[in-house]
């Protein structure tokens, strides 16, 4: 469905970032998503679990970034989006 209709990025949230949050990305970046996770919308049964997930995810899967870093990326995305056409061509 996701490609269907073009998607293919994806930002992971959610808890258990050691098991289920992992899966997931492991899983979308093996039918070839662009896979960013969220660090901090997420969380592990433990600290040491979380970051060592983190760790492996942006080693192997994709990238690893903070919510600060995504509403910045879509701030600049939506200032590039509404500037009048000349504006953006000029």
């Not at 990305?25 to 039918?31: E, K, L, Q, T, V």
């Not at 970051?51 to 990238?63: H, I, M, P, Q, W």
């Amino acid at each position: 469905m996701l490609k269907r209709h073009g998607i293919r990025s994806l930002l992971l949230a959610g808890v258990a970032t050691d098991t289920c949050v992992e899966a997931t990305g492991r899983d979308a970046y093996f039918i070839d998503y662009y896979v960013t996770l969220v660090a901090d919308c997420c969380a592990g049964a433990g600290e040491r679990d979380h970051r060592v997930a983190l760790e492996r995810f942006e080693r192997d899967y994709g990238t690893v970034v903070n919510s600060a870093d995504v509403i910045q990326a879509w701030q600049r995305s939506d200032a590039l989006t509404t500037r009048p056409l000349a504006a953006r061509t000029g």
